[in-house]
């Protein structure tokens, strides 16, 4: 199975815990397809670079699956008829990196030097 990451960006007037459900519902689909997910962060509500349909901003998920082609284009077929999806983006990668992304490590405090 091919790495993706899978990042969405959701309306601004969700809860946190719709987001949690919308995230779980994308979660079963990639299952029922065959795939899994490895890395599941909620990188909560944050401004966006631009305003998309007259919001400043979003609620940002990330999440590390291992599926193969057709589920990946299942799953994206869903976010993007889902109205409470905003944008999506997926990138296939070598290997899906276990530790924290950096955008949650930045909000922890827990800063590696660049040296």
Not at 14 to 35: C, H, R
Not at 62 to 82: H, P, S, T, W, Y
């Amino acid at each position: 199975m091919t790495a993706y990451e899978l990042t969405y960006i959701v309306r601004h007037d969700m809860s946190p815990a719709d987001v949690n459900t919308l995230t779980k519902n994308t979660q079963n689909v990639i299952a029922e397809n065959g795939g899994k997910t490895v890395k599941d962060e909620y990188w909560g509500l944050r401004n966006l670079a631009y305003k998309i349909n007259k919001a400043n901003k979003g609620h940002y998920v990330f999440l590390g699956i291992e599926c193969d082609a057709a589920c990946l284009k299942e799953v994206e077929r869903q976010l993007r008829i889902n109205e409470d999806v905003i944008r999506q983006m997926s990138v296939k990668v070598d290997a899906i990196d276990d530790k924290p992304s950096p955008v949650i490590r930045n909000k922890s405090g827990d800063y590696e030097d660049a040296a």
